[in-house]
């Protein structure tokens, strides 16, 4: 079973930055497709960048240019920077990951289920 430590949540203003991390055990890490996804009060839930073992990413448009995505197979650890924060970024964020997938997408991931109980991120205008 995957156990998940998460951190790098927390309160910023707009146009600021923060940086998630997910580190994972129990799982073969380096074999993943893992990234991430959001969920906040009164919005749908949108899958928000994935990275393959290989360290091919994809991005939902409303990232790009703004997140980047990261993984340290050594250290079983994905992290999400993000950069130029708005308003509409304040999310519950999650890490997930799956060993397989001709998809490696933050929308694949989300159909997976997060790993933990995700971190805040609240940006202020």
């Known amino acids: 079973q995957v156990q998940v430590v998460l951190s790098g949540g927390g309160s910023v203003q707009a146009g600021g930055s923060l940086r998630l991390s997910c580190t994972a055990s129990g799982v073969a890490f380096g074999t993943y497709c893992v990234g991430w996804f959001r969920q906040s009060p009164g919005k749908e839930t949108e899958g928000v960048a994935a990275?393959?073992?290989?360290?091919?990413?994809s991005y939902a448009e409303s990232v790009k240019g703004r997140f980047a995505i990261s993984r340290d197979n050594d250290k079983k650890t994905v992290y999400l920077q993000m950069n130029s924060l708005k308003p509409e970024d304040s999310a519950m964020y999650y890490c997930a990951g799956d060993p397989m997938t001709l998809d490696c997408s933050g929308d694949y991931l989300m159909a997976v289920g997060a790993w933990g109980q995700g971190t805040l991120v609240t940006v202020s205008s």
């Open positions: 990275i393959e073992h290989d360290g091919s990413t």
